[in-house]
């Protein structure tokens, strides 16, 4: 038969696939509690506004809270028939203290209660996230102070480049971790205006209070066009492209995890807490943990592009098809809060190995800037110069398989005259990171200081 929420102008019932395909209860019951909160907001304005009896409205919002005790303790039954959490929540508020809760729905529509409802939690989740990326970096941090020492082999096509301290390291995903807090929060700012009171796209002849309402969802204002209310999920979005973005700096890291604990690098160990063993091979400790988070990146950007998807051929205003914004934004914003769970403890459990990091930076010449750099500053060569000088003799100790400061000084000065014995005390990789004392550089002094600067900013 006809719905019992709108099926007044209806004498067919929905089809089987229809029941199946249009209801949202089964995903969007996770936003019981600001649907509660917005209902307890919208009530308490119509009754301050005499739209409703105050009496009404204090039944209402005994009512609701009624209801989210039922939610929290189980007891509640959702139906599908009644398709969203909107009308579970009107329905039961009915059952429970009758006619007020008949009353709840004036001067509002799903439309702007859902725009509310999904704001609110986006928001939360944001701020939760917020603390999350803290505790990555707090993890990061604490590697950087330990390993603001520790040379290694810095990459550029992971072909080895210049020395680099482990700390220095650490740090460039500090930066990245704060600019995605940094694009949360400015997702966060742009959000926080509250549609409620746009009614069903057109606005609402009763004499509501938009700003009452606003004020008690701790939104800073009401939005400002009621079309644009209901419609519009740039917000959901931004906050898909900022945890894209984020799933994107995880991956990363993960990657280099993975690289990391490999037999060939063996620059690190993982802790048996994230890591998995073979059912075969004996010997194996697989990096399980950063796999995952290297690959669950894939759902959240996958949830972008499908809401970016769902939202580029919709006319003004809502479509239903918009109820397919919460799924992506849900997943999202759980995988994204397990990867960085998972993140913040294999950082915290992993093990730098002090000695194959210094091994591999005795292998690949890299040091050899170093060395033009000196022939520049002590021989007044132009670089170009000093680049190929310095070429020429990477290529003698590599034919003689030798490594920089190995060559003698005699080897040395047949390429150029002007090298002398001072030459040796640049060449080696703790002199290399100690010299780089640039804003932002990988000295270690450097690097601590940029360690506890990043703890002020950022903790
Ligand atoms: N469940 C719907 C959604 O998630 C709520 C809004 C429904 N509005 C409507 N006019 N059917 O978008």
């Known amino acids: 038969q006809p719905s019992a929420i709108w099926g007044g102008r ?39 506004q005499g739209i409703i009896a105050e009496a ?17 303790a189980g007891t509640f039954t959702f139906s599908a028939a009644l398709e969203d959490i909107h009308m579970n929540v009107e329905a039961r508020l009915t059952e429970l203290v009758g006619e007020p809760g008949r009353r709840l729905h004036t001067a509002r529509s799903r439309n702007d209660q859902i725009a509310t409802d999904l704001r609110l939690w986006v928001r939360g989740a944001i701020d939760r996230l917020d603390g999350e990326l803290a505790a ?86 009401p939005t400002a066009n009621s079309l644009d209310s209901v419609a519009d999920r740039d917000f959901a979005l931004e906050f898909l492209g900022a945890a894209s973005i984020a799933a994107t700096h995880l991956s990363r890291l993960s990657e280099e995890l993975v690289i990391w604990c490999s037999e060939g690098f063996a620059f ?31 759902r959240v950007i996958g949830g972008l592009i499908n809401l970016l998807t769902v939202m580029k051929g919709l006319p003004m205003a809502y ?12 997943d999202a914003a759980d995988t994204l809060e397990l990867c960085l769970a998972c993140t913040a403890g294999m950082i915290a459990d992993m093990t730098p190995n002090a000695e194959n990091l210094r091994a591999a930076t005795q292998r690949g010449f890299l040091t050899a800037t170093d060395l033009a750099d000196w022939l520049v500053r002590e021989a007044g060569m132009p670089f170009r110069e000093a680049h190929h000088v310095t070429g020429r003799l990477v290529a003698l100790a590599e034919r003689t398989g030798r490594d920089l400061p190995e060559l003698t000084l005699a080897e040395m000065q ?46």
């Open 10 to 48: 209806f004498t067919g019932g929905p089809a089987a696939a229809m029941r199946a395909i249009n209801p949202s209860i089964g995903f969007d019951q996770r936003l019981y509690a600001e649907d509660i909160d917005a209902s307890k907001a919208h009530s308490a304005m119509l009754a301050h």
């Open 56 to 72: 009404d409205d204090a039944a209402i919002r005994d009512g609701l809270e009624t209801i989210r005790r039922e939610i929290e």
């Open 136 to 221: 990555v970096q707090k993890a990061l941090i604490e590697q950087a102070e330990n390993g603001a020492e520790l040379v290694m082999p810095g990459y550029t096509h992971l072909q080895a480049a210049q020395p680099v301290t482990l700390g220095h390291h650490m740090l460039a995903y500090v930066e990245m971790f704060g600019r995605d807090r940094g694009r949360l929060a400015d997702a966060r700012k742009r959000l926080n205006e509250c549609p409620l009171g746009a009614a069903a796209l057109a606005g609402t002849a009763f004499p509501i209070d938009r700003g009452m309402t606003a004020e008690a969802l701790g939104f800073d204002a």
């Open 268 to 298: 690190v160990e993982l802790s048996d807490a994230f890591t998995t063993g073979s059912s075969i091979m004996p010997q194996k400790k697989n990096p399980d943990g950063a796999e995952l988070v290297r690959a669950k990146a894939g």
């Open 319 to 330: 479509g239903k098809d918009m109820q397919e914004d919460k799924e992506p934004v849900f």
């Open 414 to 459: 047949a390429e150029d005259a002007r090298i002398t014995e001072d030459i040796f005390g640049v060449l080696t990789v703790e002199r290399s990171v100690a010299s780089r004392t640039s804003l932002g550089g990988t000295a270690p002094d450097t690097v601590r200081a940029a360690a506890a600067r990043a703890r002020e900013r950022f903790l």
